[in-house]
């Protein structure tokens, strides 16, 4: 369990690093969960939500650093 809650925080670190550049642009990303085979499941909010370049986004911008 301790690592399920490291490996939580490493990711919440991550994501509010990623932050301001989402709230630059008028959006921002929330983290939901992390399921039981270690995927991270987020919500982009704001601009993010209905910008047609989010899948991009998450691509480039989350997955990939």
Partial sequence: ????????RKV???LE??????QQ????IEF???T??????VQLQGACGSCPYSLMTLK??????
């Fill in 36 to 41: 039981e085979d270690n995927i991270v499941n």
């Fill in 12 to 14: 919440k670190n991550v």
């Fill in 1 to 8: 369990m301790e690592d399920r809650d490291q490996l939580t």
């Fill in 17 to 22: 690093q990623i932050r301001p550049y989402l």
């Fill in 25 to 28: 642009d008028g959006g921002d």
């Fill in 60 to 65: 480039g911008g989350v997955e990939m650093p």
């Fill in 32 to 34: 939901v969960n992390l």
